[in-house]
């Protein structure tokens, strides 16, 4: 009688040992894929907030030079050459605004990514050399404005 007390106990505590093996797993699994979808989430944002204000930076330069050629001479080749790079200079950036969106669940990151984006775009409708170096100046504070709102969801 004692022998089979002893199987009993013996088979119950494998048992016990076994479930309880499989939940703690679970869990580890649970967690370790949690941790690399976070993971990848942060390095995709990582790549396309950097990508933004890199996009953004040369479209406002881009405006810039398509500015300084249209008071050169607005009929001249290197305004329309100025003139078509600054579009697709929009439509890189445009692009990666997109890309922000669809990762971003901060309307604060959105619309300072969207503040940055409008800056840059309005650098070339300057009246003047004073306006233009204030929208110049607005487009690279929005741009910084939006680095440092994104920076957090980075870390």
Avoid: N
Wanted: net charge negative.
């Amino acid at each position: 009688m004692v022998a089979l007390w002893t199987s009993v106990v013996a088979v119950g505590g494998t048992l016990l040992g076994a479930v309880l093996t499989h939940l703690f797993q679970r869990l580890t699994a649970a967690r370790t894929e949690r941790f690399s979808r976070s993971e990848a989430l942060r390095q995709e944002r990582t790549a396309t907030y950097s990508s933004f204000a890199a996009t953004a930076e040369e479209y406002r330069h881009g405006q810039a030079g398509r500015w300084y050629r249209m008071r050169q001479s607005p009929d001249s080749e290197p305004f329309v050459e100025a003139r078509d790079e600054a579009h697709r200079l929009r439509t890189a950036t445009r692009q990666v605004l997109y890309r922000v969106k669809l990762l971003t669940d901060d309307p604060e990151v959105v619309a300072a990514a969207e503040e940055a984006y409008r800056c840059a775009r309005d650098v070339s409708t300057a009246q003047d050399q004073d306006e233009h170096e204030t929208l110049d100046a607005a487009a690279r504070e929005a741009i910084e404005a939006f680095v440092l709102r994104a920076a957090p969801l980075t870390r």
